[in-house]
């Protein structure tokens, strides 16, 4: 059994150090048309094995307040699993108002996919708009502006999922 764990925690840890040289972070990027620039950038890790789970990158739009987020997974992640995310790190943000959000979080529930290894999704506020993008095309879009509040409170929140990754992400911080 040990062997088995030790095998298992071995070749993981050996995708990690694999995985982090396959992130790129381009200074700028165009969607739906616009142009937008590179804020911050982040890894997300989970627990005290340091799995890494998704690259993250924030975007912004010199022109106006339009912002995006970008994901490239690092693994495979099961909606559900993305779904509990959503669920914990919105509680932690909206505190007494969750339950008040729970239209808005069982639409975002219903938008998250599976994902496969490398899958791409972004998260677009665009104007009164936000879009769901996923692997280059749009899967979801909004007009509705209690949505939009949710779209990036789980990772530039007050209460972010990872003090560390807001600050990267915000570029406050070494990366």
Known sequence: MKKIIFLFLFFNS???FVSKAEATFNPTISILNKKYKL???S??????????????????????????LKFIY???????????GWSESLK???KGKFSS??????????????????????LLKEGPMGFIIHN????????????L??????WIGPKPIDEDLKSSLLGSAPR
């Open 14 to 16: 050996l995708s990690f």
């Open 39 to 41: 804020v911050g950038h």
């Open 43 to 68: 890894l997300l890790e989970y627990s005290f094995f340091k799995i890494d789970v998704y690259w993250i990158s924030y975007y912004k739009s010199s022109k106006n307040n339009n912002s995006l």
């Open 74 to 84: 690092a693994r495979d992640i099961e909606k559900d699993v993305s779904n509990q």
């Open 92 to 94: 932690n943000n909206l």
């Open 101 to 122: 959000y729970k239209i808005e979080i069982a639409w975002l529930h219903s938008k998250t996919p599976d994902f496969k290894e490398n899958d791409v999704l972004v």
């Open 136 to 147: 280059g095309v749009i899967k979801a879009k909004t007009n509705n502006k209690r949505i």
């Open 149 to 154: 509040e949710l779209f990036h409170l789980p």
